[in-house]
């Protein structure tokens, strides 16, 4: 089955710590993207790439950072220096060009600071 | 001014009511609109697109007003199952890579 992939499901992480969430598709996607959701909020981009070994700050970059180094996979890694990092991550893709082409979600992580 | 806005919520309807869904948009250069669906914990999942001619799929009707920069979507005759937050989005650029989404509007569907 096609799709996007994302874990853990459930992440705690300690003060200072730095973590990675991994985001694996299998849809051919050329794109994809880092969203962040808090209680009662819309998605705010973080990251998002459209090509292999090529990816663009969002709204939100700072504390976070991302790596392209395969079509299929964009993990993201939350620093120590994102100050409030408990939140709901979202991983999407979708297809290069095409005003509506939808973008694909993964079914999230989330992420506690203890 | 918010990029995309949409109704605060919540609404609690009975089943089978009918109830509208609002969202405006700042950017008038906007290319796309879509609406998503997001369960309770879950991630969203495409809904419906929303084409300049509006457009129907079964109870589900989208409307967009390019002038007014708005977008509407109805359901019709509710059902339990509809319970969810529903995000209006919008494309801000000719290649479809710059999406914005709304804060969402709650919906609880009641027996």
């Known amino acids: 089955d096609g799709g996007i992939t994302q874990s853990p499901k459930y992440l705690f992480r300690k003060e200072g710590q730095n973590v990675t969430l991994s985001c694996e598709q299998n849809?051919?996607?050329?794109?994809m993207y880092w969203y962040r959701q808090d209680p009662g909020q819309g998605l705010r981009l973080i990251y998002y790439s459209q090509i292999v070994n090529d990816f663009q700050k969002g709204d939100i970059a700072e504390g976070y950072s991302v790596s392209r180094e395969k079509k299929e996979s964009f993990p993201l890694t939350v620093t120590s220096a994102q100050k409030n990092p408990t939140a709901f991550y979202l991983c999407a893709s979708k297809q290069r060009g095409g005003t509506y082409n939808e973008q694909f979600f993964g079914p999230g992580t989330r992420l506690t600071v203890l | 001014r918010k990029e995309v806005e949409q109704d605060p919520g919540p609404f609690n309807v009975p089943e089978g009511a009918t109830v509208a869904f609002n969202c405006t948009y700042s950017n008038s250069a906007s290319q796309s609109f879509f609406w998503y669906r997001q369960d309770c914990r879950k991630e969203p999942k495409l809904l419906m697109s929303v084409y300049s001619s509006g457009n129907e799929d079964g109870r589900f009707t989208a409307q967009l007003n390019r002038a007014s920069q708005y977008i509407s979507l109805l359901i019709r005759d509710s059902k339990l199952s509809d319970s969810a937050t529903y995000l209006c989005v919008v494309n801000g650029d000719n290649y479809g890579q710059n999406f914005v989404f709304g804060p969402g509007t709650r919906l609880s569907v009641l027996p």
């Open positions: 849809l051919n996607h050329d794109a």
